[in-house]
């Protein structure tokens, strides 16, 4: 049987490479006809192993490291002349694997912050598509504000640390200004462009896949319906559910061993994501907030990179050092301070009762698969806007904050932080009714029948269909 060849390239970062990896599982094993590569680019800081896959049908291939400049720049533009970098190394990649492996190659698919490679694909005379890893929300509202922006004369700085609010076709309400992502604001730096340059990008491509399902983001993917922009296929959700390996496995362990001594229902989670990281002003205030509360809570807390350096939050060496004297031996016997978290196995714990989160999209689907309820704390990226759409639009989740953001100074004091772990664990708030609800459809979607499986299905149809003569005739 022939082989139809889908080459991914996700950004760089385990988020997005965890959902591509899942993606190439779903795909390969939907049609038997369908093999996917992935290529992985590492950033220069980065310390953790490769991505592998116990897939016949999946290879994942590491590229060799870049230089980049190291000059000053914004992390936006740092990650888009990191990717530019690649694309010799992608193009060589893709001839070679294409020359000697009796494939056709059926396109390239890349990550909302890879739209240098459909250069690539343009030159391979195959189509590209978008694998999108957040929401179908905020997908429309980067195409939403990309239009105003060059047609209409719309200056995002008009929303900057204001009250003002703009409609957005794939938001029920009005958006605030204060919700926005930061990139946007950043016009000097270069990020304001680099989220224009890629979302005008996006159009380029034949279709684009996000990991999201229509019974969740209705109204968003109902605002896609008669525009001209690509077919949106929402294919998700997609959890990557492995817990790790090695020194990870044996903290995983303890972290399980300890989860499985308490009460149902009775743990607070907190975890912020691979980015997420606070400054030792906030960290006393959570610590008192937590300690005031009186639940039992689990708190992954990690240390932020050094000042001026792009890095990960690491672990810390010892964590007494940033928290109020005597809080661990005070909260022995209720709470547990980790640093590195196995965050899904955690959430599909029974102790757990309810999840601080950063508000990251992959986080929101775990939470809905395991339907554990949300207290919102966004810290960078489109996290705001993440928080904004659950609480607001959905109602799914509870409002501790929506529009802080980590570059502001801002400390969310400790009463605030108690309130909101009281809401959050109130067992009769109608979030976490609703959440219990999403979960069980969250299940059905993915199987025959379902929602997603019927999108899957259809992309991979529109995919064959798109294939180009030459490459059909090659094989």
């Excluded at 905020?138 to 004369?153: A, I, K, N, S, T």
């Excluded at 496995?249 to 997420?276: E, H, K, R, T, Y």
Aim: negative net charge; aromatic residues 10%.
């Amino acid at each position: 049987m022939e082989q139809t060849e889908l080459v991914f390239i996700p950004s760089p970062g385990i988020g997005h490479l965890a959902a591509t990896v899942e993606i190439a599982k779903l795909l390969t094993q939907r049609d038997r006809r369908v093999s996917v590569t992935i290529f992985i680019m590492k950033f220069p800081f980065e310390s953790n192993g490769g991505m592998t896959s116990d897939s016949d049908s999946i290879r994942c291939v590491t590229l060799p490291s870049v230089e980049i400049s190291s000059g000053p720049m914004s992390p936006g533009v740092f990650l888009t002349e990191f990717v530019k970098a690649h694309i010799p190394l992608v193009r060589d990649a893709v001839h070679e694997h294409t020359n000697s492996n009796s494939v056709r190659l059926a396109g390239l698919v890349i990550d909302m912050f890879c739209t240098p490679m459909i250069d690539v694909a343009d030159e391979f005379g195959v189509p590209s598509y978008l694998f999108f890893t957040s929401s179908a929300a905020f997908l429309g509202f980067m195409f939403h504000l990309q239009f105003l922006h060059d047609y209409e004369g719309l200056d995002f700085n008009e929303f900057k640390d204001s009250d003002a609010v703009l409609e957005v076709p794939s938001y029920v309400n009005s958006v605030p200004g204060k919700v926005f992502p930061s990139v946007m604001f950043d016009k000097e730096g270069g990020g304001t462009e680099m989220l224009l340059h890629h979302t005008r990008r996006f159009r380029q491509v034949k279709g684009i896949m996000v990991n999201t399902f229509v019974e969740l983001e209705s109204h968003a993917i109902q605002s896609f319906s008669g525009c001209k922009a690509r077919p949106v296929y929402p294919v998700g959700p997609l959890l990557n559910i492995q817990v790790g390996s090695g020194g990870a496995q044996q903290d995983a362990n303890a972290i399980m061993s300890w989860l499985d001594d308490q009460p149902p229902s009775s743990v607070v989670f907190l975890c912020f994501g691979s980015m997420g990281s606070f400054g030792v002003d906030q960290i006393k205030e959570i610590a008192h907030g937590l300690e005031h509360s009186g639940h039992r809570f689990l708190w992954s807390l990690r240390q932020p990179p050094p000042k001026g350096r792009m890095g990960f939050p690491s672990d810390y060496a010892n964590v007494k050092e940033v928290l109020p004297e005597g809080f661990l031996h005070r909260m022995a016997g209720i709470g547990k301070v980790i640093g590195w978290a196995p965050q899904v196995a955690v959430l599909a714990h029974p102790a757990i009762g309810g999840f601080v989160s950063h508000c990251g999209w992959n986080s929101i689907l775990e939470s809905i698969w395991y339907g554990v309820p949300i207290a919102t704390w966004p810290i960078y990226g489109e996290q705001q806007i993440n928080a904004f759409q659950m609480v607001k639009d959905l109602g799914l989740v509870v409002e501790m904050k929506i529009d802080y953001n980590k570059d502001s100074g801002y400390i969310v004091g400790a009463r605030e932080i108690e309130n909101g772990l009281n809401n959050l664990m109130n067992m009769n708030n109608e979030a976490r009714a609703k959440m219990k609800e999403m979960q069980k459809i969250s299940r059905i979607v993915m199987i025959d029948g379902g929602s997603s499986h019927f999108f899957l299905g259809q992309f991979i149809e529109d995919m064959i269909a798109n294939i180009p003569c030459e490459q059909q005739s090659e094989t």
